[in-house]
């Protein structure tokens, strides 16, 4: 590591817990509360420009707090989405790929990958489980 990297590491980690958790909360805030997760061409670019605070800076804050990157933090948030509106509509016709639309995703690769790795199942497959579940309450 290099004068200039050990600076910013020891600038990084003097930066008081109080600002840390300010903007893991103003962040939180605008992701979860204001459902920008949804917004398909969201980036940590935007997000760090209307937190006023460097991309660098806030993903270091997200991994540090969060333990996953922006886009991992992301697509968890959109699944969340996903799961709900596939869980509550189980038994209607609505296509798997407008409901990830509807959460905010814009790849269906993107989307059933994310999808697969959070819940272990494909969206088809949690929706048909949904139903099973769903006949046997009737």
Do not use: C, W
């Amino acid at each position: 590591m290099n004068t200039k990297e050990r600076k910013a590491q020891e600038a990084y980690l003097n930066v008081s817990k109080s600002s840390k958790k300010n903007f893991l909360l103003a962040f939180q805030y605008l992701m979860v509360d204001q459902k920008r997760f949804l917004d398909s061409e969201l980036t940590l670019s935007t997000v760090a420009s209307e937190l006023n605070v460097s991309q660098g800076h806030l993903s270091r804050i997200i991994n540090s707090s969060l333990g996953m990157s922006f886009n991992d933090y992301v697509n968890t948030l959109r699944v969340k989405e996903a799961k709900t509106f596939l869980g509550v509509m189980a038994n209607s016709v609505e296509n798997i790929m407008n409901i990830a639309t509807k959460s905010g995703f814009n790849s269906k690769s993107t989307f059933y990958a994310s999808f697969k790795k959070l819940t272990g199942l494909t969206p088809y497959q949690f929706k048909n489980k949904h139903i099973n579940k769903s006949e046997i309450m009737i």
